[in-house]
């Protein structure tokens, strides 16, 4: 039932966001520029990069760590800024251009569109797999076997449900029973999806009972909400999870506790992991919180990049991976893991590297 829940809701989210079909979101004329980089690709040591924007995205930070990290190496990364959302591992397994600028790229202050064909890329783990299997919002143009992992780097988030006291719940199983008129704000990941159907929450039956579902875009303190469910908890302040913070700040939050066997379930079907919210993660969280939680972004490539390239950015990501900490996310490299693609395979060149400092088996 998880699974197929995953599916649907990987499903509506490919059908209903803008960098999927990009034309009803395009900006008009003159807003944004197409810039003209030179030669790129790998005889050039010039190579564009999937990234995102520069206002602590995730994929655009970690992409200003490889751009610094490789350049010793001679290597000049151009960073895409507007190759990210669900983009990234098409982009990267097409060798594709670009898209256009939407309206959200311009929110997050990228303007500028690259004119070069993107040679790898950064995205989130899960995301990787998915689009390699050719599975939930990568089923109608995937499978993208010819995708490879460079270098894993984690990057916590936890499973979180808050409510305001005043609703007087213990247990998201009352919103259903009492048939509680609540507005959720959840993030729509297909990890909390699960969530919801679990105890029995489903759109349609929260609006009859006069609630809704409200996604975290545009979120303030004066945001009317009941319920918080999101699994992007973390106090940093990046555009995924930043709300967490405004809205804990603002407001006293009730943190609730979810049922083991739905823990178990995150942990057998949704690709997460067991975790604990301890103490003082968010204003609020007063005590340590059993819960699921996922780590990983991903730099990846395709098969045809060649093994001294793919080397020198394993090598160059290890070599200065003690920078990751100064960025906004709470990144850091992990021996054991930067290696694991969850089934994508590893690069080839990558591989070697990490035999060579014993991280591999």
């Not at 029973?177 to 929260?206: A, C, N």
């Not at 093994?307 to 003690?322: L, N, P, V």
Request: proline share 6%.
């Amino acid at each position: 039932m998880v699974r197929t829940l995953l599916t649907a809701l990987a499903l509506w989210i490919a059908a209903a966001t803008p960098v999927v079909t990009l034309h009803a979101a395009e900006v008009g004329p003159g807003v944004g520029q197409t810039e003209d980089v030179g030669t790129t690709g790998y005889a050039t040591k010039r190579l564009v990069l999937a990234s995102a924007c520069s206002e602590a995205c995730p994929w655009g930070e970690l992409g200003e760590f490889l751009r610094d990290a490789v350049r010793p190496d001679g290597y000049e990364i151009i960073l895409c800024r507007n190759c990210n959302r669900t983009e990234g591992p098409r982009l990267v397994a097409n060798a594709a251009l670009p898209p256009p600028l939407v309206e959200d790229d311009l929110r997050h202050g990228t303007t500028r569109r690259i004119n070069a064909h993107v040679d790898f890329g950064i995205t989130e783990a899960s995301m990787l797999g998915w689009a390699y299997r050719g599975q939930y919002i990568y089923a109608k143009d995937g499978p993208y076997i010819g995708l490879r992992l460079i270098a894993r780097i984690e990057d916590p988030t936890y499973l979180l449900v808050a409510v305001k006291p005043q609703l007087g719940i213990s247990s998201l199983a009352e919103i259903r029973t009492r048939k509680l008129p609540v507005r959720i704000i959840t993030d729509f990941q297909p990890s909390v999806m699960p969530v919801l159907e679990y105890y029995g929450i489903d759109r349609k039956s929260l609006e009859s009972w006069g609630g809704s579902l409200v996604g975290t875009k545009d979120i303030t303190a004066a945001t009317p909400f009941d319920v918080v469910i999101s699994s992007l908890a973390s106090p940093a302040n990046n555009p995924e999870s930043a709300f967490w913070t405004t809205l804990t700040v603002a407001h006293d939050l009730k943190f609730l506790d979810l049922d083991t066997a739905l823990i178990d379930q995150l942990v057998d079907k949704a690709d997460m992991v067991r975790a604990t919210a301890r103490w003082g993660l968010l204003r609020g969280v007063d005590r340590a919180i059993p819960t699921a939680g996922r780590s990983g972004e991903v730099v990846f490539a395709r098969a045809d990049m060649p093994d001294d390239i793919a080397y020198a950015i394993a090598r160059a990501i290890d070599r200065q991976r003690g920078e990751l900490k100064w960025f906004v996310r709470p990144y850091s490299i992990d021996p054991l893991t930067v290696g694991n693609g969850r089934g994508v395979p590893l690069h080839g060149g990558a591989a070697r590297y990490y035999r060579e400092k014993h991280y591999l088996d």
